[in-house]
């Protein structure tokens, strides 16, 4: 059965408008692959993983374990999630202009050259994962406008590790003055995921 990676990097649990958005779109996967291709769901919940930035010690460590081809190490759980996965789906509420850093760290342990990626002969980058697709799912407060940089980011690194087709979903402006924030939501369930 086909493997659908869903990442959560919301951290306001169930009050998470980007969750509540992320499954919906789910549920509309489920339902439109129900009869042909039906998708398991792994879900990587950020806030409760043990999600630490690379210090000088583990980098050596995974230096060391990627000399010696040990690839299947917990190190790079991560990255093999990623890499084997058939579907991606990112939730990340718009913080700072891009995401919670839970997300950022996630992204550092699963960029690892010879799993999610490797370069040519010719030192081109090559992607190795499964995926075609990856749909990033966020909600704001404001409007995202042209600092849509967490998308964007997350949608480059996809690139390389070879998902070559990205989709942005979101609802915005939920936290200005008089936001209908159930309005606002629910034009995003019926507008963009129905499209998705
Ligand atoms: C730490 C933090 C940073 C935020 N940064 C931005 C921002 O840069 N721009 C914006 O429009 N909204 C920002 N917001 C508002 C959130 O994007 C908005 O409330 C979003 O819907 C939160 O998603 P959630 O309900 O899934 O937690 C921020 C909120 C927090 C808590």
């Known amino acids: ?13 169930r009050d998470s408008r980007t969750l509540a958005l992320a499954e919906h779109l789910l549920a509309c996967i489920k339902e439109v692959n129900s009869h042909d291709m039906a998708f398991q769901i792994e879900e990587i ?3 409760t993983e043990n999600l630490l930035p690379l210090n000088y010690e583990r980098l050596l460590r995974r230096e060391e374990l990627l ?15 990623v890499a084997q996965a058939d579907m991606l789906v990112i939730a990340a509420p718009y913080w700072d202009m891009s995401f919670p850093a839970s997300l950022k760290i996630f992204f550092e342990m699963a960029s ?20 075609e697709d990856m749909y990033y799912v966020t909600t704001s407060g404001g409007y995202i406008g042209d600092c849509n940089f967490g998308f964007e980011y ?24 008089g936001a209908d924030v159930q309005a606002i939501l629910e034009e995003a369930c019926n507008g963009e995921i129905q499209h998705y």
């Open 1 to 13: 059965m086909p493997t659908l990676l869903f990442i959560n990097a919301c951290v306001r649990g």
């Open 45 to 47: 919940r950020l806030s």
């Open 154 to 177: 997350a949608s480059a690194l996809c690139k390389l590790y070879g998902i070559q087709n990205t989709h942005f979903i979101s609802a915005q402006g939920l936290d200005l003055d």
């Open 67 to 81: 000399t010696a081809g040990q690839l299947g190490d917990s190190m790079f759980d991560y990255a093999n999630a």
């Open 112 to 131: 690892v050259d010879g799993i999610t990626f490797t370069y040519a002969e010719d030192s081109t980058p090559v992607g190795l994962s499964v995926a």
